[in-house]
């Protein structure tokens, strides 16, 4: 029986052993993988009891392996699966050679966004919103870490004109009076201004009553549907400008530091 282990805890090291060695008459001359095949629905069918969905597969740069990307507990995450189909790898793998986590490596790929999928016009801004690096958060006006994450944010903004934050109002299940807050924010900033969206904002994270949402309009729906598209599910998370999904509270340092970690 399949078996996931504590996902991204610990190292695989793969070691070639004679036990492990593929026979000649089994695969011939060439190349070992040409004789093995996994597709979609062979992967959901062994991973059925263990993942929601299998959203990818394919042969691994690891020998004698096929990458699995699925979705657990809400986020996509990289699994292996060996040629035998009995055995199901959920830890790091790491090249011995350079030391490259080629497991963090694909966790960090497959949970890429696509920026232009996501509108800003609703959005708060922390900064100038004509700065050239955006950060993208999705936050719950009641949420106790973004309440703790704003003053971070402020102190960002502070030492770094070319970095702006953009809040979309993603209010949690968890925290019912969230949601309307959250309009009467999304309200305060398409029918008044930013600054008075902020206070809003400040407001209700300090645990001060909001006014009731002053318009009608369904961009709170809209980004809690798009938040589920994009596999997120709790507050406060960041999206960096090159797409790179940052979930959990950040110190400023820390937020900076992601930054300059940016990839191509």
């Not at 190349?31 to 069918?45: F, G, M, P, S, V």
């Not at 961009?219 to 797409?243: F, R, W, Y």
């Amino acid at each position: 029986m399949l078996k996931i282990n504590s996902f991204l805890f610990g190292c695989l090291f793969l070691a070639s052993s004679p036990a492990l060695a593929f026979q000649a008459d089994g695969c011939g001359a060439g190349a070992c993988r040409d004789c093995h095949t996994l597709n979609k629905k062979e992967a959901a069918i062994l991973l059925q009891d263990k993942v929601t969905e299998v959203v990818d597969v394919k042969l691994s740069q690891v020998p004698g392996l096929w990458d699995v990307e699925a979705i657990y507990q809400g986020r996509k995450v990289p699994l292996y699966i060996d040629f035998s189909k009995q055995y199901l790898i959920s830890g790091n793998i790491v090249k011995l050679d350079s030391g490259e986590n080629l497991t963090q490596k694909s966790f960090v790929n497959m949970n890429k966004v696509d920026l232009s999928r996501i509108p800003l016009d609703d959005a708060v801004i922390i900064g100038n919103p004509a700065a050239p690096r955006k950060i993208i958060v999705f936050d719950d006006p009641e949420c106790s870490y973004c309440r703790k994450i704003h003053p971070e944010m402020e102190k960002v903004v502070a030492q770094h004109d070319d970095i702006a934050f953009f809040i979309k109002m993603f209010p949690l299940a968890m925290h019912p009076a969230a949601y309307d807050k959250a309009k009467a924010i999304v309200c305060a900033k398409i029918e008044s201004s930013n600054d008075r969206a902020l206070t809003f904002l400040s407001d209700s994270l300090s645990g001060k009553k909001l006014p009731a949402p002053g318009c009608e309009n369904d961009q709170v729906d809209k980004n809690i549907a798009l938040a589920k598209e994009l596999h997120i599910n709790s507050t406060p998370t960041l999206i960096m400008p090159d797409g790179r999904v940052l979930p959990g509270y950040k110190g400023a340092d820390k937020i900076v530091e992601a930054m300059d970690l940016e990839q191509p």
